[in-house]
């Protein structure tokens, strides 16, 4: 997992029955929202803590260790 200022890079092992719009909604449930409102009280004040929209892509044949480079890098 990487935070970035407007966007979260989450690397996930599912299986490839697995519908990633599921597992999208379990991220960003209510559940989350509520967890994180909670911890950071600052987030109150926003009318929604996530948006509808997600990308999603497979890793394919790369190593694991690639991905979580990628998503290191992405901060720099």
């Not at 966007?7 to 999208?24: C, G, M, Q, T, W």
């Not at 379990?26 to 600052?42: T, V």
């Amino acid at each position: 997992m990487e935070i970035m200022p407007d966007h979260v890079h989450l690397f996930v092992n599912a299986k490839p029955s697995d519908e990633p719009s599921r597992i999208i909604r379990l991220i960003k449930g209510r559940a989350s929202s509520s967890y994180l409102r909670k911890e950071f009280p600052e987030l109150l004040k926003l009318p929604t803590l996530w948006t509808p929209s997600y990308f999603v892509s497979t890793a394919g044949n790369i190593s694991t260790e690639a991905v979580k480079n990628y998503i290191a890098q992405q901060r720099e």
